[in-house]
């Protein structure tokens, strides 16, 4: 894990809880592990682009969430939060020792995790805020190019592991059956082509405040792109890499989990629809 370093730079500016601010942002720095700062001869950082944070939802990821954390590096990420969602293992002491903010949230749920994630950003939100799973399965480098199209004018990018390419035996049948048809039922019912439900993707942070998330479970993925759609937001995929994650998965690895997620899924596409 590379040493900390400033997401923006170094300033003689000093907040409230005495770390720097941004002479041209005003924001107050926070150390993130692997940011790389561009600072000029007055130590006035330039062309910052936009601020990003990110958030990962972890239940017993001690044996991945380390190499999630190290790889997870991008100038435009400013801090990394991972959610622990009642982990019984190491998953909490070994993020904070990879540098990320560690924020319990011990009610079972990954939407819950996220929107546990959300809150805590609240007080001093990001641009665009990124999220991605904590088992490594998705390349965490690969964040940079869901940025770049945001930068280029997209408000919501989802990470489609169809376009970039999963290898063998990193999806399961019933992971792909259940993308495609959920793909396919939102540009029915919605008008907006996707081709994946991706958990690696990011959003505008005003986005997102505008489409007021609320599933706390398997259905969060999913309600975040066809609310996107409903509201009109920009939408775009990028190709990410996919491989097997570290583990064993809590919704497609399980029978439980699948049916669960199957129907929280389609119910949440119908649901939406159904909805003014």
């Known amino acids: 894990m590379p040493a900390q370093s400033w997401a923006h730079s170094s300033t003689s500016k000093v907040g409230r809880g005495g770390s720097p601010r941004c002479l041209l942002c ?6 993130h592990p692997g940011a790389a700062c561009v600072v000029d001869s007055s130590s006035v ?16 990821e001690e044996a991945s969430i380390a190499k999630v954390l190290a790889e997870l590096v991008d100038r ?34 990954y939407g819950r995790a996220c929107l546990t994630g959300i809150d805590y950003l609240r007080g001093d939100p990001p641009d665009v805020l990124a999220f991605v799973d904590g088992d490594y399965s998705d390349f965490p480098a690969d964040i940079s190019v869901i940025l770049d199209r945001i930068e280029s004018g997209a ?25 495609w048809l959920a793909t396919r039922l939102i540009r029915r019912l919605y008008g907006e082509r996707f081709s994946d439900l991706g958990p690696f993707r990011a959003i505008r942070w005003s986005s997102l405040m505008g489409i007021d998330m609320r599933d706390e479970d398997y259905g969060w993925t999913v309600e975040m792109q066809v609310k996107a759609a409903k509201h009109g937001l920009r939408c775009a995929e990028v ?20 049916v669960l997620a199957g129907h929280k899924i389609l119910w949440t596409i119908a649901r939406e629809r159904l909805r003014p």
Do not use: M, W
Not at 26 to 31: A, G, K
Not at 45 to 60: E, F, K, S, T
Not at 155 to 179: C, H, M, T, Y
Not at 239 to 258: E, N
């Open 45 to 60: 950082c330039y062309g910052r682009g936009v601020i990003v944070d990110v958030v990962i939802p972890a239940l017993n």
């Open 155 to 179: 408000d919501l990018v989802i990470g489609s592991r169809n376009l970039g390419g999963a290898e063998k035996g990193a999806l399961l049948p019933q992971a792909v059956f259940g993308n």
């Open 76 to 109: 435009r990420v400013r801090r990394v939060v991972v959610v622990d969602n009642g982990s019984t293992d190491a998953t909490a002491s070994v993020a904070t020792d990879g540098g990320a903010v560690v924020v319990s949230e011990p009610r079972r749920g």
């Open 239 to 258: 190709g990410v890499r996919y491989r097997p994650r570290i583990g064993t998965s809590k919704v497609t690895g399980t029978l439980r989990g699948t």
């Open 26 to 31: 005003h924001r107050e720095l926070r150390p």
